[in-house]
């Protein structure tokens, strides 16, 4: 299998985007909207849904890491393996968490404090901050997402790279049976996370409940299927499984599965259906990147002219560099777009939102994109110091 691909990296551009898409809107829509007007803003909010495409490259990419990991080392045993590789995944989140995460700290004392300016209030109590410098903070429904803007992903995330080494290893013991017996894996966890989360839905006399951007929406079992999806597809990779699928298989498939899955985000938040929609977006996700995969690896004529187009190198490029942009984003996103909105509003001013939205996107996407190169040249210099090889 090939060692890199750029297909993944195009998957992580495409999923930062739609982050940049959903985060856009809080200060630039506000306003209460009727009918397709407010369709449209839905839609926008779908962005949303870029994370299951990071937690489901994670789960594609960390098996090359695992694997690279475990054959330079003499080594094999599993635990000493394990904290090796979850300590190298800490190292590698933190440098960038804490410079972002002081930044943000500065600028709500100075915007908030000083100037009474809103933008991202920040949770200071010294707990709070704990729990999130550990990457702990996706157990705690008090401190989950309010010390770092947009910070629930990166206490999801580490959560999942701690159930990576013993996902990765019951993969591998099943890749010798027949492929259903590790096609399984995704449907069990999703049947293990829905069951799990309507019990402490009950047991919380339901004052928690998995609604959309709520903590048991944000917890890590709720975004484990989507993830296994992708170690599911680097296994089935070994024997060039999207090579051999056709084209005419794997794009309906996708397309079904996130019409299924925008039709369902669309509906009301009711009988737990958030329970499933991290992984009906894991889903499609994991046919896409099948199609990409295939296009890639076929090279036929129409990919290779893809290629060479300014998008695709665009994406490739913002899949490379997508921690870096995600750690920025906010500046952009949050503060930078709360102070447009301020301008515009000046004296009682009105605008439209929608028309703004999109004339502001293209230009917060470069500006994103700018400042994430500047943060990953910089997370490449801490990397190479702090990280074991």
Request: net charge positive; aromatic share 18%.
């Amino acid at each position: 299998m090939d060692r890199k691909l750029k297909s993944l990296d195009i998957i992580k551009g495409i999923g930062i985007i739609m982050i940049i898409i959903v985060h856009n809107r809080h200060f630039m829509i506000w306003g209460e909207m009727s009918g397709m007007m407010q369709t449209i803003k839905q839609l926008i909010n779908f962005g949303q849904m870029g994370c299951q495409l990071f937690f489901f490259a994670s789960g594609f990419s960390l098996c090359y890491s695992w694997e690279h990991m475990t054959k330079s080392n003499s080594s094999k045993r599993f635990l000493p393996m394990s904290l090796r590789f979850i300590l190298r995944r800490y190292l590698r989140l933190i440098p960038g968490f804490l410079i972002v995460m002081v930044i943000n700290w500065a600028l709500n004392i100075l915007l908030i404090n000083h100037l009474d300016f809103l933008g991202f209030l920040m949770n200071r109590e010294p707990l709070a901050v704990i729990t999130n410098v550990l990457f702990l903070h996706g157990l705690f429904p008090e401190y989950n997402n309010n010390v770092f803007p947009g910070g629930w992903y990166l206490g999801t995330a580490f959560l999942l790279y701690i159930t990576f080494p013993l996902l990765f290893c019951t993969f591998k013991k099943l890749k010798s049976l027949p492929a259903v017996c590790m096609s399984a894996i995704p449907l069990l966890l999703l049947a293990f996370n829905y069951y799990l989360l309507r019990h402490i839905t009950v047991a919380s006399g339901y004052e928690l409940y998995p609604y959309n951007n709520s903590f048991l929406y944000f917890f890590f079992t709720n975004h484990l299927p989507c993830f296994s999806l992708g170690i599911l597809l680097y296994f089935y990779e070994k024997k060039e499984f999207s090579v051999k699928c056709p084209l005419i298989v794997s794009i309906p498939l996708f397309l079904a599965a996130a019409y299924i899955c925008i039709h369902f985000y669309l509906l009301p938040e009711e009988n737990y259906i958030y329970t499933l929609m991290p992984s009906i977006a894991g889903f499609a996700v994991y046919w896409l990147t099948a199609a990409l995969i295939h296009i890639e690896k076929k090279r036929i004529s129409v990919s290779k002219e893809f290629a060479h187009t300014l998008l695709s190198r665009f994406l490739v490029s913002c899949g490379r560099h997508s921690y870096g942009m995600y750690l920025v984003h906010s500046f952009i996103c949050w503060y930078g777009l709360k102070i447009l909105r301020y301008f515009l509003t000046l004296d009682g001013k009105t605008y439209n939102e929608l028309l703004v939205y999109w004339i502001v996107f293209l230009p917060s996407v470069l500006a994103v994109y700018g400042l994430g190169l500047c943060m990953e040249k910089l997370l490449s210099y801490i990397d190479r110091i702090i990280r074991p090889s």
